[in-house]
């Protein structure tokens, strides 16, 4: 708001002065040009390297060729994860590793032969080798990932006979995904993330011992995992602004 004050003074005397007192003041008055206003534009494009960890849970299912038996598994898992992620405006595209060690296991109770017998296939890890692409909107995002994907498991079984029969596998597989990624601050971000490992159909033949025979079969092998992570960016720019 602005205010208007004026003075009316009626001597001649007086208005003879002010004039005299403006015109002086005029002389000696410096005009300054406003001092210019820049507004600092945050950078469209940036690679971002983070690093975090990771815990969840995973299932999944073991079966023969024909899906004639299976064996389904569950349990818990957690590791860490690293990437590198590039912002377009406001699309990221990047890649990811993450590792996973894990007690994912099924349990076999069984008659073999008139004999009893117990066993456990049990996930010890999983591995994923993923591109990620994703959109963000304020300060989350929402991607989708997709790549390699890697596993290790045992199979041990024991016979009240006396038997035992046991293998250890590492598969290879692939892998597709989608999350959703929060930054709670410039650098900290939190992640809900699901998974899906398609580790095709392999022959499997277990070694055996006391009297025990393995016939080869081939083993078709999927796993799901859900997990929630905190990752940390070591770049002063921010993947989801």
């Known amino acids: 708001?602005?205010?208007?004050?004026?003075?009316?003074l009626s001597a001649g005397a007086l208005v003879s002065f002010a004039t005299s007192v403006d015109a002086a003041t005029k002389k000696k008055r410096v005009y300054k040009a406003p001092p210019m206003v820049t507004k600092a534009v945050a950078p469209s494009n940036f690679p971002s390297f983070y690093a975090g960890v990771h815990g969840g849970y995973g299932w999944g299912r073991f079966s023969a060729a024909d899906d004639a038996q299976t064996l389904s598994t569950r349990g818990m898992l957690g590791g860490a994860q690293i990437g590198l992620n590039y912002q377009i405006?406001?699309?990221?595209?990047?890649?990811?590793?993450?590792?996973?060690?894990?007690?994912v296991l099924g349990?076999?109770?069984?008659?073999?032969?008139?004999?009893?017998?117990?066993g456990?296939?049990?996930?010890?890890?999983?591995?994923?080798?993923?591109?990620?692409?994703?959109?963000?909107?304020?300060?989350?995002?929402?991607?989708?990932?997709g790549g390699a994907a890697l596993t290790r498991y045992k199979w041990a079984f024991d016979s009240l006979a006396g038997g035992t029969a046991f293998?250890?596998?590492?598969?290879?597989?692939?892998?597709?995904?989608?999350?959703?990624?929060?930054?709670?601050?410039?650098a900290v971000s939190a992640k809900i993330e699901y998974n899906y490992m398609d580790f095709g159909t392999l022959t499997e033949t277990l070694t055996t011992t006391g009297g025990l025979v393995?016939?080869?079969?081939?083993?078709r092998l999927v796993n799901h995992v859900v997990k929630l992570g905190v990752n940390y960016r070591f770049s002063l720019a921010s993947v989801l602004p």
């Open 1 to 8: 708001m602005r205010r208007l004050i004026a003075l009316l």
């Open 89 to 103: 405006n406001k699309f990221v595209v990047g890649g990811e590793s993450d590792f996973s060690l894990a007690s």
């Open 167 to 186: 293998s250890a596998t590492t598969r290879l597989g692939w892998m597709v995904g989608a999350g959703v990624e929060h930054a709670m601050t410039d």
């Open 120 to 145: 456990v296939a049990r996930h010890l890890w999983f591995a994923t080798f993923a591109a990620r692409f994703g959109y963000t909107e304020n300060r989350t995002m929402a991607y989708l990932k």
């Open 214 to 219: 393995a016939v080869p079969t081939a083993i």
């Open 107 to 118: 349990r076999v109770r069984d008659d073999l032969g008139g004999a009893p017998i117990t």
